[in-house]
């Protein structure tokens, strides 16, 4: 039988280790291209994580998963390629293989955070409108923080290099959908994971506000 406490506490060590190392790493100028380059890996972990400590997996939580990761890339392509919904931009080549000018982890990316934002919108509301808007206030908060970084890293960066008012107004708009069609499915995560992963993005990003 699994020891679901044991991958609990593993999940967390993991998430931690990955948020610190990186911190130390991208500050080591010897180290950083490598830290860089392993950021695929580091989503696509974090997602993982989320997904294997669900304790009652079934094939609605793919079909709850693929609606933000869906309209994730399609908003993101409307982006890169036509300058809609969030503005003029393009990604750079530390996110991984792109489709469309958009890296498959930046789609895995809106999944992630749109599953562990929902965890912690319940924790305020019960209301799928209420929390959706909490989830989606939540993730456009997050974004103000990663635009800061984002250039920096070679993430994406929006043309001219000044981040329009319109990208927080689409990010905001795609997310509270992405939290309407992902909360209709009453996806049971866990909460403590959830949590645990916002916090260490947040960390994370906030630490190269001030280098």
């Known amino acids: 039988m699994i020891d679901r406490k044991f991958i609990r506490y593993l999940s967390i060590f993991l998430i931690w280790l990955f948020s610190i190392s990186g911190i130390i790493g ?19 972990l974090t997602f993982l994580i989320i997904l294997v ?5 079934k094939i609605q939580i793919l079909i709850a998963v693929a609606i933000p990761f869906l309209l994730g890339f399609i908003t993101e392509g409307l982006g890169v390629n036509y300058g809609l919904i969030f503005g003029s931009y393009a990604y750079g080549e530390n996110l991984g293989i792109k489709l469309w000018g958009v890296p498959l982890m930046i789609c895995v990316n809106w999944a992630l955070l749109t599953m562990a934002s ?3 919108a319940k924790l305020f509301a019960k209301n799928i409108v209420v929390t959706s808007l909490i989830g989606a206030a939540l993730m456009t908060g ?10 920096r890293f070679d993430y994406w960066e929006f043309e001219n290099g000044v981040v329009p008012l319109q990208n927080y107004i689409g990010w905001f708009a795609t997310a509270f959908v992405a939290h309407l069609g992902y909360q209709s499915f009453k996806i049971e995560t866990n ?8 916090i260490s993005i947040v960390v994370f990003f906030t630490v190269f506000l001030f280098y």
């Open 26 to 44: 991208f500050l080591t100028p010897e180290y950083s291209e490598w830290f860089l380059s392993m950021t695929p890996f580091n989503l696509l």
């Open 142 to 151: 997050l974004d103000v923080v990663l635009e800061v970084s984002a250039p």
């Open 191 to 198: 909460k403590v994971i959830s949590l645990n992963v916002l």
């Open 53 to 57: 400590n669900i304790e009652k997996f």
């Open 118 to 120: 929902a965890d912690v």
